[in-house]
């Protein structure tokens, strides 16, 4: 018999709560197979929810806290204050043994804070990123920071590249991923004093990467490379655009196929082609945080059902390969690469 796996849910994440947690995680669990679910959060809202998915009450546990993390909570307050919160709880889980995985739609940043305080990180990174899944014309792109680290240095960006290529062979299995850092455009010149600092090191030639310089944002829709690489602030702004061009199309989309009998039979006759065409605008509804000691898979903040059903079955069907020898490999290379980097050039004498 295969093992139970075990997802613990911050059921009180999010914009919307149980109301959408439950649903959600009963939409995953659909597709899984010996899996357990433990729910943390208030039980009397839980409660109901799970009433409407006796196949979801089965499987799940409630532990019940009336502690929350609220969504505009600074990192630092969720630290001192969310101890027993449905988030805390949710990580800790994990920490303990007890669960494979936490999944959560909570303030991202307290997220963050948390699982370093409980799950420490696994390798010589100093913090974890938020990764995404990049649909495009040719597959997916890894697409790294897009939300966690709003300021980044090069050695921050270094890294991100570094555990991005790990990820990218294991959830993808392609054996070499190729590796961008998003600029303003793709001349060494372009873009700040970070990100052409981080460009120098990669294109030394001392990872074991298949660099291929800078790479622009409508390259993530051409899959140019697997891996592109960027801060934390341009990445969740290009992910909130990608799901606000994403939602408009659609409804768009819909309104001209709805605006006449003809294009009602015309939209019933290709409802096929369209759903596909839907799923493709989708933009990605979960990120797991890399370099934790332990997996925390984060939905966004306004996740529905579907939204988050997507992030726990990410959770459950995450690779459990340890890529974490791999990346310690290339970080080992890091300190020295950034020591040559700030050497002064000694001119010979003429």
Known sequence: MSQTQVISIDAMGGDHGPSETVPGVALAARSLANVRFLLHGDEAKIAPELARFPALKAQAEVRHTDKIVASDEKPAIALRRGKGSSMWNAVEAVKAGEAQAAVSSGNTGGLMAISMLILRMSVAVDRPCLVANWPGAKGL????DVGANIDCDAERLVEFAIMGEAYHRAVHGVARPTVGLINIGSEDVKGHEEVRQAHAILKSGRFDLDYRGFVEGDDLSKNTV????????????MLKTAEGTGRYVE???????????LSMLGALLARGALLGFREKLNPPRAAPLLGLNGLVVKSHGGAKARDFGDAVLMAAGFPQNDFAAEIERNMTRLSAALAASHEPTVEEPS
């Open 141 to 144: 792109t890894t697409v790294l």
């Open 251 to 261: 409804a768009a989309l819909k309104g001209a196929l709805t605006s006449s009998p």
């Open 226 to 237: 697997d891996v592109a690489v960027t801060d934390g602030f341009s990445g969740n702004l």
